[in-house]
């Protein structure tokens, strides 16, 4: 698929997919450019209350790489420098959000080319989150990416030994009053 016809399937699949229970999608917009950091391919607006989603997308027609990582974690911080700045002007002329927004990058490929930084976002990042697409009839099919996890495999003194200035509280299981470190299977 072109680019211009995936950006299209991603516009067509978003408001119903992203829209789950009372959330109503409010805006989706194609090649939104992102001041001081470039377009995205899609910018989806989303509200529940008072609290607003700004999802920024972009879709590969192939795989994910480190390099679309740098160039949205780029646009996550302008667009909420942007928003700041826009924020600070309101205040000064006596205004004041009666809203929260949250703001997320969004990328989407045939797949994703895992590595430390990708497997880590993937799992414990949530400003930035990873999806895979596929062919599904005359559009797309998006799925969520998980890479693996690291935390399962360090040990537990590695683990307190990360940041010693922090103070770690043991909560290993306890069986008749004693710790029990818990075992990997």
């Not at 942007?82 to 000064?92: F, P």
């Not at 006596?94 to 990328?107: A, E």
């Not at 890479?147 to 307190?160: D, E, W």
């Amino acid at each position: 698929m072109s680019k211009n016809a995936l950006v299209a399937a991603l516009a067509a699949w978003a408001p119903a997919a992203l829209s789950p229970g009372r959330e109503h999608t409010l805006d989706v917009r194609r090649r939104v450019r992102i001041p001081g950091a470039g377009p995205v391919d899609l910018l989806t607006i989303h509200h529940a209350g008072d609290r607003f989603t700004i999802a920024l997308w972009l879709i590969e027609p192939g795989e994910i790489r480190e390099s679309a990582v740098d160039a949205m974690t780029r646009r996550l911080h302008a667009f909420e420098a942007w928003y700041a700045d826009l924020v600070e002007h309101a205040e000064i002329q006596g205004f004041g959000p009666s809203h929260r927004i949250f703001v997320t990058g969004n990328l989407v490929g045939r797949a994703v080319r895992r590595g430390p930084l990708v497997n880590l976002l993937s799992n414990h990042g949530s400003a930035l989150r990873f999806w895979t697409w596929k062919r599904a009839g005359a559009g797309i099919e998006v799925a969520p990416f998980c890479g693996t996890g690291n935390a399962q495999a360090s040990s537990r003194t590695r683990l307190k030994g990360l940041l010693p200035r922090l103070t770690w509280k043991d909560v290993g299981e306890r069986v008749d009053g004693e710790v029990r470190t818990p075992t990997r299977t």
